[in-house]
Structure formats: structure tokens, C-alpha cells
Nanobody
Framework: QVQLVESGGGLVQAGGSLRLSCAAS????????MAWFRQAPGKEREFVAA????????YYADSVKGRFTISRDNTKNTVYLQTNSLKPEDTAVYSC??????????????????????WGQGTQVTVSS
């Protein structure tokens, strides 16, 4: 069983930055593929970024590539999402997700919410223009 708790969201002006954190419980955390998704009001859940258990593989949505960076510290059971050059269209609830068990995903697999069995409650990011 894995429990996820996000933090770090807030209100920021366009062009600003936020660092989101996702603290995870679970003994096999370092083996789980992890991801960040986001959902804006009235829109479907959208893939943002994913990272392999060891951190050697990372995938990004085209909309955030070059602006966001996903990373993890397995000694702290934490995944991070550094968001830079934020835009108003980045406004959403950001949730982290963990695969159901030890796993490795291709980029197309990592983008699918169904691959993840554990979800956090989300943290709100609001970007003002």
C-alpha cells in the first residue's frame, strides 16, 4: 500500500516558479514508476511528467517540456515537480500518482492514468496573468 501527500502549490504570477512535492509511504517506493497529472476546471485529467523508480528515465508532456522538471529522492520517499516559466494555462490541481507495484513504463504507457494505482489528493496551482 502506498499513500501520497502533495504540497507546494499556491498562487504565482505568470513567469514565476513553484516546486511541488509528493511524499510517499511504502517500503518499495524506489521501485515504483511515479507521475504528475493535472486537471483544470471543466477539463480532463492531463499527463504532465513521469519518472522511473531509479530516476534514470523521465517523460514530459509537450506542453511542459523545457519548463518543468520531475525528480525524485528515494532516500526521502519524495517526488518533486519543479515548475518554471509558469503560464495561466498551467492553472490546475496537480496530483501525483504511483504505479501499483515495481514497474517500468514506456512513454506511451506512462501517460495513461490507468497505469497508476495510487493517487494523492492534489495541490492547487494558480497562475495569474
Amino acid at each position: 500500500q502506498v499513500q501520497l501527500v502533495e504540497s507546494g502549490g499556491g498562487l504565482v504570477q505568470a513567469g514565476g516558479s513553484l516546486r511541488l512535492s509528493c511524499a510517499a509511504s511504502g517500503r518499495t517506493f524506489s521501485l515504483h514508476f511515479m507521475a504528475w497529472f493535472r486537471q483544470a476546471p471543466g477539463k480532463e485529467r492531463e499527463f504532465v511528467a513521469a519518472i522511473s523508480g531509479g530516476g534514470g528515465s523521465t517523460y514530459y508532456a509537450d506542453s511542459v517540456k523545457g519548463r518543468f522538471t520531475i525528480s525524485r529522492d528515494n532516500t526521502k520517499n519524495t517526488v518533486y515537480l519543479q515548475t518554471n516559466s509558469l503560464k495561466p494555462e498551467d492553472t490546475a490541481v496537480y496530483s501525483c500518482a504511483a504505479a501499483r507495484g515495481p514497474s517500468f513504463f514506456s512513454p506511451s504507457q506512462a501517460m495513461r492514468p490507468i497505469q497508476y494505482g495510487y493517487w494523492g489528493q492534489g495541490t492547487q496551482v494558480t497562475v495569474s496573468s
